[in-house]
Each structure stands twice: as C-alpha cells, then as structure tokens.
C-alpha cells in the first residue's frame, strides 16, 4: 500500500520539482497539492511539463491526514505556518526553507538536519526533517571527509548557482536579457548557508574556526551548482582520495570522479560528484550538484526514503539532461 | 525475468541516450553496449554522467543472443552491418538511423515505419523496426490528423532544432562560440526528412500532392525541436481541436494543449505537444518535441515496448527538465 | 559645430542604445536625455556599461531647444507626448514607436516611414520620421526587391527575436529560468508589424494581396532577428541575386550574402544581410539584422544622418560583437 | 597621414578582432593581414561579420614594411618567427602571444610588458610590447593598487573565461553540446598567467611571497571574464577605495564602481570594471574584462596608441554590446 504525501507551497520551483518526482515515487500518493495563489487551478497551469501526467488541482487547505508534508514556502512561512496549524503528530514534516536548519523546533517538533552523508542514522530515526541549503549541500560534501578526520583549515570557496536558485518570483537578476550571458557576485562571504555549513563542520571538527570564505556567483545557467574549496592540506592525493572515497563508500548519491567533472553530469539527477586536485600543498575540492534536486527536493525525498524506510534511492533514479 | 537487450553505436548521443532508458526500465538487462572506437573502455568514459550508475564495458562485438537490438549508427552503417552479420532471426532490431525509413529491405528482414501514432498496430507486429527521424516525427504528428481526415493542403513548415541533432562530432556549426546565440538555416526545403514525411502523408491521403515547404534551422540550445505548420483550412479552430484531440486520444505521449506551447515542456521526456492556432483560413500547428527522445532513442524505446507487449510507457516515465 | 540632439524616454532599451550611439556619433552633441522614472539620476543607473563614458543626468524636462528629438516611447506614448507638447518648427522629430507608422499626423508634423533601403530620398526631405519596427524592418529587406519589380507572391515568412524585443519589464516570458534554451510562438499571423509591411510593399506592387503569412517566434537569445521568406518564383537564383544586388548596391547596411548567413554575423551593428535560395519553384530570402539598431536606434540614427546631410553611415561603424 | 599596420596570423580570434578595431582607428591604414591557411581568400571568409566592410584579401609574406606589426600567433610561434624574419628596425612590434612576456628577446628585440595601467610610460618609449594575457589582465587590475601600496597578501581567486578563450579550434571543451550551460574547472593553481601575474605583483611589492591561488574556470558564455579575488586587508572599505581611485585616475578603461557589476558591463569594450568589498578582515575585488579587447586586442590597440603618442582611447570608443 502507497504512503500518502502532501506538498504545500505547491506552485513554486521546489514544490514543482516535488510534485514531479513523487508522482513518478513507486511507493507514494499524493494526497494534495497546496498553493494558497493557484487553490482552485490545474497543477498544469503552474507546471506545463506535466501535461498528461497529472489531473491534479491545487487545493486551498492542507488538514487531511498524511504520512509526509513537504513544506515548500518561502524562508520564514514554515515557521508561521506551524505555529498557526498543527498536524498529526504521526505525520512526518520535511521542511525545504530555512527555518529550522539551525535547531529551532516548532512547538514539540524537532527538527533533524537532513544531510544524509552527514547523519543517515539520525534521518532514519527524524519525524521532521530541516532540508539543507542548496549551497550549503554542495559546499558540506566537499569538506565532511575533511571535517570528520579533524584536517578541516581555512576554507577558500567559490560557488556559481543557476537561476532556479533564485526562485520564480521576476526580479532584476533573473530578467533574460540581463542574466544571459552574464556573471555577477553577490552576499560576498555573507551568504546565509555559512551558518548550517559551519553547525555541521564544527560538530564534526570541534576545532574547527569556522572560516569558509564563500564567494557565491550568480550563472547564466537554470539548474545547478558548481563549487570549488581550497583548504591546505599535508596529505598526498592518494591518501586524500582514500579519505574521501571511504567516506561516501556506502552512500549511494555522492560519487568520487577520479576525471574532472562537469556541471551538465548531475544536471536533473539526486548526484553530487566530487573530484580532488593538490597542487603543493594546496587541495582543491570541486563539488556538483543540481540546486533542485540534491540541492531541495531530490533530497527531501531522500530523506522521505529514509525516514519511512524505503530504499534510499526509491524514486531518484532520474535521467539526468546531460546535454 | 528481463528481456536482454544490445546497443550497437553505444558511444555516441543517441547510443548513450538509449542506454540510459534501458539502464531504468524494469523489464530490460542490458546485454551488451558495443563501440568500435571505445571498446574496452567503461561507458562512463563517454556517458560521464553515469557515474555510479553503471560497470558496462563497451565491447567490441555483439554476437551474443539479445532480444533486441538498437542500431545507434551514422546513416548508411546500419544497412553495411546486417549485410556483413547476421543476428537470431527472433532478436528485434530497432534502427536508429534513416537507412530503412523508406522500406528497404535487408535481406529477408522487412522495416516497419515506428511511428506508433500512425501505424501502432503494425509496429506491434513487427520484428524490425525503422525509427523515424527527429524532424520527421515532430513535423508528422503535427500533420496526421489532418492528413488521415484528407484535409492536408500545401504546408508551410519552419522547424528549430538543438545542436544534439547534428551529433557529437566536432563541426565548425557545433562550435560553442559560432552557436551560442545564434541562429542559422541549412537544407533549406530539401532536408533528407521530407521523404519519410510525405511517404506517411501520401499514405494517409493519396492525393496529397507532397508539397511540405520545410525550412529547418540551427537553434542556440542542446534539445528539443520546435515546429510551426502552416496549411489551409476550412475547418473552425473547434472542429480541428476536435480532431486533434480524437486523433491522439489512446497515444500516452501525444497531447493537445489548448494553452501556447514552449519546448522545455517536453525537454528530457518522451512527449510531444501540439498547439493549434486558426487565423482566417489559416491553421497554425505548433508541434514540439525532445529531438533525442520521442525523437529518437525515447520513441526507440516506445517501439520496443510496444513489440515486446510491455506497456507502452513502461520506463519512459521521465521527469523532465522542465527549466 | 555640433547639432544637438534630444532622446526622451532615455532609460529604456531603444533609449539606452540611441544614447550609446549619440554619445561616439562625431557630429552630434547629447543636450538631454529625459526620463520620468529615472529624472535626477545619472544615466549609468540604468545603462550600467556607460560607467566612465557620460556624466548625464536624467532630466524630467525636455523643452530645451534641440535640432533633433528621439521619441523612444511605449507604444501610443509618442502621440500622446506630441498632442501635449509642442516642440520648436525646426525640430526634427525621430519616433521609435509605432505611433505613426500608418501615415497618422501629429498636428502639423507628418510623418515619414524611415526605411532609407525604401525610400531614402524622402527621408532626406523629412521633418518627421516614423522609424520602423524591427520585424517589418527586418522582413521588408528581404522582400523590397521583389516588390518593386512586382514580382511578389503570397509570402510565408518565420522570423525569431531576442528577448531585448520584449523591453526590460519583467514578465514571465523574459525571466530567465523560463526562456533559456526555450522557444515559443506569439502573434501568430497576427503580428501587429504587418501593417507597416504591407503599406511598402503595396506602394510598390499595387497588385500584391497583402498576403504575408508570419509567424512569431520568441528566441533564446538577446539580440537579433532572423527571418526566412518563401514566395514563389519564376527566376532563376542568377536572375533573383541580380535584382537583390542592384536594388541594394547604393545602400551601405544591406549587403546581399552569396554564403549562408548567421544571426551573429550583424548582432551589434546596423547591417542587415540578405541570402537568397531558390529550390524548384520556391524562392527562400533569409536576412538578419539586430533588432536594437538595423531594427530601431541605429536605423533612426541613420535617419538623422540623411535628414542632417551627415553621411549615412556616420557614427554607426560599429564593432559587431560577433561571438 | 595614417600609419600603416600589418597583422601576423589575422584568422584567428584575436587576429580577426584586432583587425576589426583597425579597420575603424582614424589613425591607421591596414597594409596586409597575413594568414598562413587562408592566403588568397577575402578576410570575409573567415571573418563573416566583416561583409560590406573590407575587400581585403589574406597575404601569404608580410615583409612590405609597416609601422606597427601585430603578431596574433599561438604560444611559441611569435618567437620562432623572429627568429627566420627580421623585420625593419623602426617597425613596432606588439606580440599578443606568450612568448615575451617574462622578459625574453628577439635578438635585440627587447619586449616591455604592455599592461598600461602598470607601467603607461615605459610603453610610451617602446619598441617592442609583449601583450598581457586575459586573466592574467584582470587579476592584475584587481590587484595593482594594492601590490604598489605593499599590502598584498595571500590571494585567493576564482576567475572564469568566456569559451573564445579556448580559440576557434574545435576540441571537447568547446563542443556547444557539451559546454552550453555546463560550468567546468581547468588548470587549477597551475595556469600559466600566473607567471606573468606574479612577475608584475612582485615588482611593485619586493616582498609578495607570490602566493596566488589562481582557480580558473570555463564558463557558457562566449566574451568576457570575471574575477573575485579575496585578500586579507586591515584597511577600511573607505580607505581601499580610495586607494583603487586614485591608483586608476588617470587611466581611461579602467573604472572603480561603487555599485556591484555585472559582466555585460564590459563586454565588447575595452574596459575593466572593478569593485570592492570589505567584510570582516576580508577584502573581495571583483574585476571584469572583455577577454578579447582588454584581454587582447584592444589593449594591443591600446599599446600601439601609447608608444605612436595617438590619444590613448583612439578607435577604442566602442558600443558595447551590453545585453
């Protein structure tokens, strides 16, 4: 028998990108799709690729039971939206924003940081779920290995983001003609991932100084995030591919590249690919992911997996675009 | 138990598009992948996406009994193959290329045309199949219906096309500085696809004269190909949609869409969606489609499905890029 | 001494690119540039790339004397701006828009259509020129020699535009993670610029029915235009480029390409360039301008220069970006 | 009178943009473009954008004497070329290759390195210029002011490359397929800019311990580079930007913005763009260039202007492309 999910905030890139995959999720139903702008409306009339896949419509309310709600709102609504409405305490929350990545609980709800290669264990025993940043996703799995041996230093990243980061709201940065062919920077070194980035590398480095400078571009791409650290490091190559490999040996996503790696490998998959290069006694860490996939709601599945016991890759095994 | 199956031409895009498929679908073991310039080689070293997805090892033969049998070769190479080797008289071949797109023969093995919205019964009964052009298939289901209601008057076409379709060899029009932002035509009104076309067309509608004025041009992205049709018509725009929709109701992947059509609705997925359009006595058919996919490998797929008695959708389930 | 010339509605798209070209045009001094949203604040704030090259200040007014006026005006600005104030005899007066296309008057003041390759003697007489839309300029080039030797037949053109056509308002059909690697269809053969194309053309060939079927389409790209005509004709290709090249020998912007032609080879200039086909009985006119100069600032840019008896071509050597 | 130039390997990228700016430089008369694999053939041929602009036709010798040669060669050819062909002595020679970048002669050919805003008047009294490479241009400009200034420390920069960076050979990496909205690293720590890079950073500060940690980048994107380079600064942001205004005061393409910018800013100019900011003990520079203007030809233009005493912007006022 199918689990029943709901999905809330609906309408959006990441509640879109939910929807598709749990309607292809062998063991889900999806019981309803919430948008509070499109109630009333075919879930095709925000999402046209779904034509032909889903007569769903978009509901105002969200009270029938469920075995999992994907909370995908806005940085700050989850918040709200809990403290307004409360749900069956079976029901596991997987929260996509930011609001509780940091260990605010809502009401008795505690919340578990969902980066599986970071803590499997603790998501598989979580009845809510604070789903990582998309930065912070990518950036976190070319340093855990790192951080986990306690030979984390300070860390030099630069991380470039396609559009889809930004959300479907119109604004300036995301206009065609401005953002076509174009790079830009911006939060320099302030960007709000470095506060879950350094929760968790600390908890695993408890020396660890907390300085990953992290310089975050905005690309002329959709989908996908390319990030580059650079940290020093004494060890040799061998002995740093080793270290990385036995870390994610068991974990089904997140892949060692022993060749270079291209953003376009992980573009519309759960994937994040790692390749390693020391150049002296520097090493340089580049890490891939797709923002919404591995980076939102690829992961939220995950974690969904995870947490009701399905194989972890149930649902994700997605042909990638490549091209 | 899984049908086995084998991919000749595995290293370049529509091989490796059909591996992926293959890789996904639950009712298939892939047997072998063959290439001549990479045998020996993971196919990873060509498709660096499958990474952590597969072990397969081109090879460098393909005698070993398979079910079916994709042909992903350059034109021509496919009828030099069945005339140099022979394959179990039960092993389905499904061909790739445009070598028997026309009904050649080779030997005693007779092509049937793959286009399973227009001839899907013949395709269930057939043991080889001739995959219809990317162009080809977009511009027919665009035209069918019309064509099988003998409405069909002369036809004003323009297609747009990604540069996937002109394959992965390195060519002064697939040079990423020439391409990107730019657009170009080239086999004006005498692209190869015309014949396969206006075979399906005259056999639909006898006294169709033939007269499809296609201009296809280069488009500045990797997927996808948009066409516009232009014809005469007497008909109102309700009694055509009527049509339409009558016409593809029982094809899982053909849509009318009553809303405007863009191309990243089907980009990454099996479907083909069809807008209509009636200005004066004009009718304007939007048709669009993944080149690579319902365009090639996806519709490949579809055929063996549809041969092989498995649902006609079975592993093709997509989700698309969408963005 | 230097003319001086004004450009109201200064912070958009066609104001940006006609101040760019003022700024570097040897004979012309800038004596203001008028915004009402901008008014006080410098033209970088909008124009981001003038950084180091102006230190102009948007002015709310515009009634300083000037010898020219650009208008660069949403649609029915222009007439409305013109019935409210009124500006110096001696003023000439350039719209951008579309306001006087079809032979409309602003009181006293008529305008001429300012297609120099249609009638370039009246432009040089003209006190008031309606500069035309970049796809009527862009489709009219490409028809012009036709229609003078009355030789046009029903036309079937297709024609693609950047985004930069659509103006700088957000809208979803400009936000980027929508219209990268995208393609759609609008104004399907209903596009507002056909009036202005079947003016010239039926002053041409007064018999020509006015028969120009075109189809939209929005590009992946930001500037540029590219249109491909078919017609019908009798000629033989020898015959048809013989036309095309005496008609445009005496015009410096519209060269007749005996090769292929690409968007990029006229994207940041104010050519358009012209190749002809001719398969059977069917002619195919491909020609290619940027819409932001051929297809508005430069082309009224040119039109000043004719009306000033500057040399045509002054201030518009422009390095094209050409990749 | 104009002076006469010669260009050496003119097919090429740099070689067709270099003979663009010439074309339009009031000051000069192009006596020959020389290319070995298109002798015989109109710079149209390759240059498709030139139509309508120059009847010139490829050279196969270069030996007719000029004022000012350009050599656009691939690394190690420029110097193999002075080594079989002398040239007159009073002709000036600016090499926009590597070979002469680190102080190496041709016979008594001495080379300064033309990078103006380092070293303006030793180009004014050269003969010989070697010319700066792209990235090695832009990280320097973001680091002048404060290597003169002594206050440079370890740097850590991210830069990435438009593709006609790569040249117009075809290879993998510039595959539109493949590189179309894919980001991809190269070189890391190890591109051979940073040589020249830390012989410049060095001379102004004797003590820079030549640590740059240089990550480069391949971006989707045909023109233009970005960089972020982050130092440690115990100066306020104030204090920087002063430091940076006063430093490029004089100097005409190179501009201090306090506002963040944008890559498109530059694109098609000669200009780079810089901007500061401080967080923290952390100073990031952001710096912009056109690889092919600033980057290339256009400071090759640039130098030229400097050593025959013509205004130093002359034929440099360029339209940028800006969308």
């Avoid at 790079?183 to 929760?199: D, F, G, R, V």
């Avoid at 947490?307 to 091209?323: P, T, Y």
């Amino acid at each position: 028998m199918k689990i029943k999910a709901g999905i809330i905030g609906g309408a959006g890139y990441t509640g879109g990108e939910t929807l598709r995959l749990l309607l292809n999720h062998p063991q889900v139903e999806v019981a309803f799709v919430q948008s509070r702008s499109q109630a009333g409306k075919p879930a095709t009339t925000t999402h046209h690729d779904l034509i032909g896949e889903t007569d769903l419509i978009y509901s105002a309310d969200f009270n029938q039971p469920v075995d999992v709600l994907f909370l995908c709102l806005s940085h700050g609504e989850s918040k709200k939206l809990l403290s307004e409405h409360s749900f069956a305490a079976n029901t596991r929350i997987i929260d996509l924003g930011n609001d509780f990545r940091m260990g605010d609980k809502a009401g008795e709800r505690k919340f578990v940081y969902g980066l599986p290669e970071f803590q499997r264990d603790k998501i598989k025993q979580a009845k809510n779920i604070a789903n990582p940043g998309c930065f912070a996703t990518t950036i976190q799995l070319g340093l855990l290995p790192l951080a986990q041996a306690g030979l984390l230093t300070e860390v030099h990243t630069t991380g470039i983001t396609g559009s889809t980061g930004a959300g479907q709201k119109l604004q300036d940065t995301t206009h065609f003609t401005w953002r076509a062919n174009n790079i830009s920077a911006y939060k320099t070194l302030t960007h709000q991932h470095l506060s879950e980035i350094n929760q968790t590398l600390k908890e695993l480095q408890l020396a660890f100084g907390g300085e990953v400078n992290f310089v975050p571009w905005r690309g002329d791409f959709t989908r996908g995030i390319f990030v580059t650290s650079v940290v020093t490091s004494a060890l040799s190559l061998d002995e740093l591919t080793k270290l990385y490999k036995d870390y994610y040996a068991s974990h089904p996503f997140t892949h060692v590249s022993d060749e270079p790696v291209n953003l376009k490998q992980v573009v519309n998959t759960n994937k994040c690919l790692i390749h390693l290069e020391k150049i002296g006694n520097k090493l340089a860490v580049h890490s891939i992911t797709d923002n919404l996939l591995k980076g939102a709601s690829g992961q939220a599945i995950q974690n969904m997996n995870l947490m009701l016991g399905f194989d972890e890759i149930e649902g994700l095994r997605l042909k990638g675009s490549v091209f």
